[in-house]
C-alpha cells in the first residue's frame, strides 16, 4: 500500500555531508510517521532518527545527535535524513520506514523502503 524508495545515498569523505530522501507512492505519507534505520555488514540493523506525522516531534540515537536532521514534507509525499559531519562509523546501507505509531525500532515500522547505501571513506 506504501511504497518508499531512497536515494542520495554514495561516497563521501570524512566530514563530509550528504543528503538523503525517502519519496513515497501508493499512499501519501501524512498520516504515518517516518523513520530511517541503518545497517553495516555483520550488524543488526539500527535506529537512527525518527518523525511525527506532523513533524512535531523529532528524535536521534545519540551516536547522531548534532550532526543528522530528520525532516519531511508531506507535499511533496518525501522525507529527508541531513547528514553532517559524516565519520566512516556512518557506512551503511539506510533505510526509510514507515508506521502508524512513532517509529524508533524496526518492530514498530510497516513499511520499508529497499536501502542506499553510504560510504564514509577517505
Known amino acids: 500500500q506504501v511504497q518508499l524508495v531512497e536515494s542520495g545515498g554514495g561516497l563521501v569523505q570524512p566530514g563530509g555531508s550528504l543528503r538523503l530522501s525517502c519519496a513515497g507512492s501508493?499512499?501519501?505519507?501524512?498520516?504515518?510517521?517516518l523513520g530511517w534505520f541503518r545497517q553495516a555488514p555483520g550488524k543488526e540493523r539500527e535506529f537512527v532518527a525518527a518523525?511525527?506525522?506532523?513533524?512535531?516531534?523529532?528524535d536521534y540515537a545519540d551516536s547522531v545527535k548534532g550532526r543528522f536532521t530528520i525532516s519531511r514534507n508531506n507535499a511533496k509525499n518525501t522525507a529527508y535524513l541531513q547528514m553532517n559531519s559524516l565519520k566512516p562509523e556512518d557506512t551503511a546501507v539506510y533505510y526509510c520506514?514507515?508506521?502508524?505509531?512513532?517509529?524508533?525500532?524496526?518492530?514498530?515500522?510497516?513499511?520499508w523502503g529497499q536501502g542506499t547505501q553510504v560510504t564514509v571513506s577517505s
Open positions: 520506514a514507515a508506521g502508524r505509531v512513532f517509529v524508533r525500532a524496526t518492530t514498530m515500522c510497516d513499511y
Open positions: 501508493g499512499r501519501t505519507l501524512s498520516s504515518y510517521s
Open positions: 518523525i511525527t506525522w506532523s513533524g512535531s516531534s523529532t
